[in-house]
């Protein structure tokens, strides 16, 4: 019998998959798993157990033996659920026959955006730093990623003047995240007004990543849903991850016109068919009494916020005071060294985790991503650690 | 409950330095705070959760419903003040329901709490009758869960 030596496979794969670099973030994930002891600031999730009465309700509906599908959309007890809450939170009022998709994680409804408006070629803006998974995403889709780069000098804002000078006329779509990770900026509701104003005139379709909704400390979070005349080019994103701790039940959603839900779902009922039926239930439950539930956490965050802000100042390490989500985005520009080094040097030297700026977008080069949804006991550790190291680089 | 109070019933040993950075006050602030909280009775001590079922000799502890005759002055509170003021007696609550006051009563043995209830509790004048549950396995006390390992194999590096 003859044997063929098969081609390289790397060649095989597509070349818009390989030419994706791998994430920085894993990397870096694999040195730090590699060692002992580590104090990590380098999370992306809630350092809470999803509270009780959610835990209790998932396994009360195992015990039930609810084991089956769902709808594509999901249940639709938790998308009239779903729909009330984001009533009362954005004053938007959405069909859970026809407007709530229930996904697995705001990452695979963000996908599924992605997916159903890009055409090869559309270009799509986003602003940096930002979540690792909007620009690879997008090059999936085949469309082209751009960039806005916020600053630390402007709150890490995103402003309409810093948007026209990319809009063209192939931009399609415009995907904010505020509260935003990895830099805990916020807009106000003018703020917001103007990049919507900016959305409507230049005829784009917003995708609003809200995960970070709630956790908004000083003032509240104002969607850009609020805004008349922005429903009807809005597809919000949400789900439970943050706000309930419940990363690992992997649940969000998406609320958007009938139109833009319809071709979702066709992309979502050929690949994933339906979200876990037990996340779904549990979820159901997170949404009767949120207001409780998130409080207490928000305000957990909120002193640990101000635990490593201060702690960031004395050592003289200049820091974006966070209104929102969990995470501060100090810049160690002045200390000479790359993001990627100086989290190395750190975790060899001290054994805290941080993750590199880079891992959010080349303009988080000069800064690190600190998570302060940590334990107080580790943040008391590991403060006083990074001060260390700090001070023998000055 | 106010945020400091919330801190320091979860840690009472926290410095006032520490808590001053999570609550963004001084360090002075915060402890002005915690001397007024002392003076106005609303923190009455600081004590330390101990899980007693490690100790070598643990002490045995019972809750006692008592069933007590009300007095025309002052209701309960007299024999309840009472009843309270027995070293045996680490807690004490008046209850709705079908007895009137619940104890928490510890002793070195089972006899040492089996004798209070017979010849100190049982004998006074205004106590019904009493009902005495030996506690067996805490599993959480003052909020503190006992037992349960924490096994959780998150990550330490996560989008």
Known sequence: MKTNVPKSLHSRIAAHVRDIPRSGIRDFFDIVSSRDDVISLGVGEPDFMTPWHIREAAISALEQGLTSYTS??????????????????????????????????????MDLAIRALVEPGDEVLY??????????????????????????????KLTRAQLETKVTDKTKLLILNFPTNPTGAVLSRE?????????????????????????SYDVKH????????????????????????????????????????EAMMKIHQYTMLCAPILSQRAALEALKNPAEDIAEMRESYAVRRNYMHSAFCEMGVDCFMPGGAFYMFPSIDKFGMSSYDFAMKLLEEENV??????????????????????????????????????SRLT | MDELLKLLKNNAKESPENLAKLLGLTAEE?????????????????????????????????????????????????????????????SAFLMSGGYDLLLFVSGKNLNEVASFVSEKLSTMDGVVGTGTHFMLKTYKRNDVLMHIPDENERPQISP
């Open chain 1, 72 to 109: 594509n959309l999901g249940l639709l007890s938790l998308r009239k659920e779903i729909s009330c809450y984001i009533a009362g939170l954005t004053g938007t009022e959405y069909n859970p026959e026809t407007e709530v998709l229930v996904a697995v994680g705001v990452s695979e409804a």
């Open chain 1, 127 to 156: 602003h940096e730093p930002c979540y690792v998974s909007y620009n690879p995403v997008i090059t999936f889709a085949h469309g082209v990623p751009v960039a806005v780069e916020t600053t630390a000098e402007n709150d890490f």
């Open chain 1, 191 to 215: 703020e917001t007004e103007e990049i919507a104003q900016f959305a409507i005139d230049h005829d784009l379709i917003v995708l609003t990543d809200e995960i970070y909704g709630e956790l």
């Open chain 1, 222 to 261: 104002s969607s850009i849903l609020e805004i008349p005349g922005m429903k009807e080019r809005t597809i919000y994103l949400h789900g439970f991850s943050k706000a309930w701790a419940m990363t690992g039940f992997r649940l969000g959603f998406s609320c958007a016109p009938p139109e833009l839900t």
């Open chain 1, 353 to 390: 985790a941080v993750v590199p700026g880079t891992a959010f977008g080349s303009c988080g080069e000069g800064s690190i991503r600190c998570c302060y949804a940590t334990a107080l006991d580790d943040l008391k550790e590991a403060m006083p650690r990074i001060a260390r190291f700090v």
């Open chain 2, 30 to 90: 915060v402890t002005g705070q915690i001397e007024s909280y002392e003076n106005d009775g609303i923190i009455q001590g600081y004590q330390a959760v101990i899980n007693e079922d490690k100790l070598d000799g643990a002490p045995v502890t019972a809750a006692i419903e008592v069933r007590l005759t009300a007095e025309r002055e002052g209701g309960f509170n007299r024999i309840a003040e009472r009843i309270s003021r027995f070293p045996e007696v680490r």
